[in-house]
C-alpha cells in the first residue's frame, strides 16, 4: 500500500465562460456561469485518488473556512474516499476562492486567486511530528499555501525516506535552502535562452540534463518539464523521455490539465517504476480532462486512461 499525502490549496472556483476576455476598462457580455471546487492541492488529491492502485490511500492537509463553500469542498473530497481527518476548518475565516474566466474560443483560463484560509495553511514542528508519523510516504506539494518550503525541508531531515514530489506551480523564486540549486550564469541562462527560441523541446532538455543532478544532494531526483502543447519531458539519474502532446479537437476547459497531469504520472511512476510510461499515460490523462468543464470534476479515471493508452 502507498500513502499519498497532499499538502495543499483548497479554493471554490467561480468560473465565467466567454468567447473572449473583456480588455482594460471594458464591460463585455459572458456566456455562462459555473461553480466547481478547486485549488491545485485539492485538484491534484483527486488526481492522485481517481489514479492510485487498489489498496492505496491518500488524504489531504489543509484548511477551508467555515463557510459554505469550506463544506463543499471537504465533501467533494470525501466523495473521493480521501481522508479529510487534517483538513483544518477555520472560523472567521473564508475559505480560498479562484475566480476563472474561460475563453470558448480557444478553452484558455485567466485566473485570480484569494487565498483565505489557505493564507492559514502553515504547520509547526509539533504540528509537523503529529501529521506525518508514518516516514514511508508520498508527500506532495504546490505553491499556494504558505510554509511549502519549510515542510519540505522538515520533511527531507526529518523524514528521509519519504518521497517529495514538488510542483512549484504558480511559479515564485524559492530559498537557495529548498535544494542546492545554484542560480545559473547570466550568460549560461542566455545560452539556454537561445537554444528553447531554436527549439523548444531540445533546449528544455538540454537545461533538464543541467538541473537534474543538482536538485538533491543524492542525485536521486526527477525532473519533469510540461511544455503546452509541445508535449512533456522527465530527466532522471539514469534515463531522459519524451512524449509529444495529445491531439485533441475539442478543447473546452484546460483549468484541470496541469494537476490531472501531475497524479496521473505520480501514481503510474510509483507503481510501474517506468517513467517513460508514466509520462505517455499522464499525457493522456490531461488529454482527457481538457475535454470537459472544471477542475477536478473534469479528472479521469485510472480504467479511463488506462482504456486510451492500450488503444
Keep these: 500500500m502507498v500513502l499519498f499525502t497532499v499538502v495543499g490549496s483548497l479554493n471554490y472556483d467561480l468560473v465565467s465562460y466567454t468567447e ?22 485539492l485538484n491534484q488529491t483527486v488526481s492522485l485518488a481517481r489514479q492510485a492502485q487498489a489498496g492505496d490511500a491518500v488524504r489531504m492537509v489543509g484548511k477551508v473556512g467555515g463557510d459554505t463553500f469550506g463544506k463543499d469542498l471537504i465533501d467533494t473530497l470525501k466523495s473521493y474516499d480521501v481522508d479529510v481527518s487534517q483538513v483544518g476548518v477555520l472560523s472567521g475565516v473564508s475559505s480560498g476562492v479562484a475566480v476563472i474566466i474561460v475563453e470558448r474560443s480557444t478553452g484558455e483560463n485567466r485566473i485570480l486567486i484569494t487565498p483565505g484560509a489557505n493564507g492559514e495553511a502553515s504547520y509547526t514542528d509539533e504540528e509537523l511530528h ?37 510542483n512549484p506551480s504558480p ?42 543532478p543538482l536538485l538533491n544532494q543524492k542525485n536521486e ?33 484546460t483549468t484541470g490539465a496541469g494537476d490531472t497531469f501531475l497524479g496521473a504520472f505520480v501514481t503510474q511512476l510509483i507503481s510501474s517504476r517506468d517513467p517513460h510510461r508514466a509520462l505517455k499515460f499522464a499525457a493522456l490523462a490531461s488529454s482527457l480532462a481538457i475535454q470537459k468543464k472544471g477542475a477536478s470534476n473534469s479528472i479521469p479515471s485510472f480504467g479511463e486512461v488506462e482504456l486510451l493508452f492500450k488503444s
Design 20 to 41: 473572449r476576455v473583456p480588455k482594460a476598462g471594458e464591460t463585455f457580455k459572458g456566456d455562462s456561469f459555473e461553480t466547481h471546487v478547486g485549488g491545485k492541492g
Design 130 to 166: 503529529q501529521l506525518f508519523t508514518h516516514d514511508k510516504q508520498v508527500v506532495v506539494f504546490q505553491n499556494e499555501i504558505k510554509g511549502t518550503e519549510y515542510t519540505i525541508q522538515w520533511l527531507s531531515k526529518n523524514r528521509p525516506n519519504a518521497s517529495i514530489v514538488y
Design 171 to 212: 511559479y515564485y523564486s524559492f530559498s537557495s535552502k529548498l535544494t542546492p540549486l545554484d542560480i545559473l550564469a547570466k550568460e549560461e541562462l542566455s545560452n539556454y535562452e537561445t537554444l528553447i527560441a531554436d527549439d523548444m523541446v531540445e533546449g528544455y532538455k538540454q537545461l533538464s540534463l543541467k538541473l537534474q
Design 221 to 253: 531526483a526527477t525532473i519533469v518539464i510540461t511544455l503546452g502543447t509541445y508535449g512533456s519531458l522527465f530527466r532522471s539519474k539514469d534515463s531522459m523521455g519524451f512524449t509529444e502532446a495529445v491531439k485533441v479537437d475539442n478543447v473546452v476547459d
